[in-house]
């Protein structure tokens, strides 16, 4: 209660701090001309961004990848997981059995038991168990790199995933409806409608799919409603609500076995938990609130709130992932599962507030930013497990919970009844508070100084063995960067932060971990060619990171710390027009994330070593893509293709276990009826490459999927 009082005061304070802000001339933000394209990337439409502050993409000393909703729309991408594959420094993580978002940026991916954050219309939105993010209702992905924790706050020093929402637009009215046919049976509906009248807007966005998969017995289903409102209190005011309310349901599937570096041991098709655990069911609530107001023509305050609620429940049988208790590896076919069953119950609230404007002083223009953030974070965990005896006990295949990976039998045993292993409630509270000034010190040269205080208490509450943990901290984490213009066409810039994040939860002994700090350094250069049709970002980059966390293999659901670790790289983004009319994407990284101390994990099921790669990180990624559109007559046709290479990746902590690079093909087409009429479908995996998504053991491997195809239509009003 004394942090979230203190979080409204400091908000308070920024409020009270503009009304007392005195009207400055404004002061034009760069003698560089920008392209018109590249301001339109800045440039938010219908809800300002928070953290960011007004500048064209060559004045930021950092590397940032817009994926918007045209290119998503193009290539019929359908999950936030698999946008993020279309920049090269977000590699895919463990799941969930497919079901929570999980990525590293730049290397790093944080806690493996918990879903990656992300932010929300620059609020923290990826916490909680509310299943995989849908692309409906997202007006475009925005990949930022770098030592931006200084403003973020507690999140990872490889950058930071921020999902701008399509809002509702005062003033305009459309809509568009598409119905969609896919392999495997998925079927998909999806609504988006744009109502104004007056001072007020509502947009309405909704999806609805039915889907099968290329995995024996898993299908899911999932729906959206995501509206949003628009007032206009007054020229200078506008107030925006959003509603977040989606359910997916799907069985929980581990995926594969590989035995001694075999992936070939099953085929990928084949499943090896039980059908009669039935669908796993993730469900998410969310509101956010925003009230933006400007001042003058300098200064300006966003004020806002987001509330969420999730849950996941439901039961599974897991592959047995400790030597010891695993019969497959003695035999090469009876493979010894876990029962499971999981209730995962999370809020979230955060309440932050910005103050942004322009002032000069001393001949020395300024972009200024000040805020405050106070987010409470509630995760209540009942986990239970029902685990098979060791080997040299030899128990029977009933005792084992065995199944055969090469001639299963689906229930064939009475389904064990789980024990209590994990209830327990995290509580996370955490206040920031936030400043940064970019100055121009000359025509070509500009410096970014800032700083982010963090102050956070985190308490867990273990329910089995009645001990109440807690731990407070607090640090201040300093940035700077600066920025300098070569000419029109080329800039080069630097940065320096430092980072802090709270690890939540505990080691197998409940003991609470220390938080997580790390520093970065990035040096790079940002092209614009041909006239600005084509930008790009080079960056050359650094991290590390202390009090690291990596999932527990011999206790599933469980982290050890493993010291420390270090992500080193570099990264080539480009995307425009090239002459000729045709459009293009490239994004090419090489990271190499290893660890960078020696730790024996609790039950010596692994060791650590400094080098060890981290897992699922590629060394070597890129995502290449080109599309042009032809006109015939009345009708016009956009034709594109993707590809897409992943490198060799680590696919077990602390073991030589390695998933084999692959390379995917997608092929995309539109083709535009009338006005209001078209038609599209792609192909993706063109070439039925047999490929691994992510991994978290060689008992558990995720397959990617097969060739697919995928026709809809598309109706616009």
């Not at 570099?570 to 090239?578: C, H, K, R, S, V």
Request: glycine letters at 10%; aromatic letters at 10%.
């Amino acid at each position: 209660m004394t942090l979230a009082l203190s979080a409204r005061a400091l908000l308070l304070a920024c409020a009270a701090a503009t009304v007392a802000m005195p009207a400055v001339a404004r002061i034009p933000p760069s003698a560089e001309p920008e392209p018109a394209a590249l301001e339109n990337d800045v440039v938010i439409t219908g809800v300002r961004q928070s953290y960011r502050g007004e500048f064209a993409l060559s004045e930021i000393p950092q590397s940032i990848d817009l994926i918007d909703g045209k290119l998503l729309e193009q290539n019929n991408i359908l999950r936030l997981t698999d946008a993020l594959d279309l920049n090269a420094s977000v590699a895919r993580q463990n799941t969930l059995g497919g079901l929570w978002d999980a990525f590293a940026v730049r290397g790093f991916a944080g806690d493996e038991n918990l879903p990656s954050g992300y932010l929300v219309n620059g609020f923290n939105g990826g916490r909680g168990f509310g299943g995989q993010r849908d692309s409906a209702g997202l007006e475009r992905v925005e990949v930022l790199k770098g030592p931006a924790a200084a403003l973020f706050g507690r999140g990872e020093p490889g950058g930071t995933i921020n999902l701008v929402t399509k809002q509702a637009k005062i003033g305009e009215s459309f809509g568009a409806s598409s119905f969609q046919y896919g392999a495997f049976d998925r079927f998909r509906t999806e609504t988006d409608w744009n109502l104004s009248t007056g001072p007020v807007a509502l947009r309405l966005i909704g999806y609805a799919e039915d889907a099968g998969s290329f995995r024996d017995f898993i299908g899911s289903n999932r729906w959206g409603f995501l509206p949003s409102v628009g007032v206009k209190l007054s020229d200078r005011t506008r107030l925006t609500y959003d509603l977040e309310l989606t359910r997916m349901a799907v069985p929980f599937d581990r995926g594969i076995v590989v035995l001694n570096g075999n992936f070939n041991t099953v085929p990928r098709s084949r499943f090896l938990g039980e059908p009669s655990d039935g669908d796993t069911v993730a469900r998410a609530t969310g509101h956010q609130l925003r009230v933006e107001h400007d001042f003058s023509q300098d200064w300006s305050v966003t004020l806002g709130a987001s509330y969420r609620e999730t849950l996941l429940s439901g039961a599974s049988s897991d592959a047995e992932l400790v030597g010891s208790r695993q019969q497959i590896f003695r035999d090469g076919r009876s493979l010894s599962r876990q029962r499971r069953t999981r209730r995962y119950d999370s809020n979230h609230f955060t309440v932050r507030g910005e103050l942004a404007g322009r002032f000069e002083t001393l001949g020395l223009a300024h972009r200024f930013l000040l805020g405050a953030d106070h987010d409470e974070f509630n995760n209540d965990q009942d986990f239970r497990r029902f685990r098979p005896p060791t080997v040299a006990s030899n128990p029977s295949p009933q005792a084992g919970y065995v199944i055969d990976v090469l001639n299963p039998v689906y229930g064939r045993f009475p389904v064990p009844t789980p024990a209590p292993l994990t209830n327990r409630l995290d509580t996370q509270r955490a206040t920031g508070v936030y400043v940064q000034d970019q100055i121009t010190l000359t025509d070509r040269l500009q410096l970014r100084l800032g700083g982010r205080y963090d102050s956070f208490l985190l308490r867990t509450n273990n329910r089995i063995t009645r001990v109440i943990s807690e731990r407070t901290a607090d640090r201040f984490s300093p940035q700077i960067g600066a920025v300098y213009r070569f000419s029109d066409t080329i800039s080069s810039y630097a940065a320096y932060g430092e980072g802090f994040r709270a690890n939540i939860g505990t080691d197998v002994n409940g003991v609470i971990f220390n938080p997580e700090t790390s520093t970065s350094v990035e040096v790079g250069a940002k092209l614009a060619l041909f006239n600005g049709a084509l930008t790009g970002t080079f960056a050359l980059f650094q991290m590390e990171k202390a009090n690291v966390l990596a999932s527990d293999t011999a206790n599933p659901g469980f982290s050890v710390a493993i010291g420390r670790a270090r992500s080193r790289g570099i990264e080539l983004d480009l995307a425009g027009t090239l002459p000729g009319k045709i459009d293009v994407r490239l994004s090419y990284a090489y990271i190499e994330a290893q660890a960078r101390s020696t730790v024996l994990d609790p039950n010596f099921s692994f060791q650590i070593r400094p080098g060890d790669r981290l897992i699922n990180i590629p060394d070597h990624s890129l995502n290449v893509q080109a599309s042009r559109r032809f006109e015939f007559g009345r009708t016009g046709v956009l034709m594109g293709g993707n590809v897409q290479h992943v490198g060799g990746r680590s696919g077990e902590t602390g073991t030589r276990f390695t998933l084999p690079a692959h390379t995917l093909v997608r092929l995309f087409a539109t083709v535009t009826l009338s006005k209001q009429l078209e038609l599209f479908g792609e192909v993706s995996n063109l070439f039925d490459e047999q490929w691994y998504a992510n991994s978290y053991a060689a008992l558990w491997v995720q397959p990617g999927t097969p060739r697919t195809g995928s026709i809809g239509i598309r109706a616009r009003f």
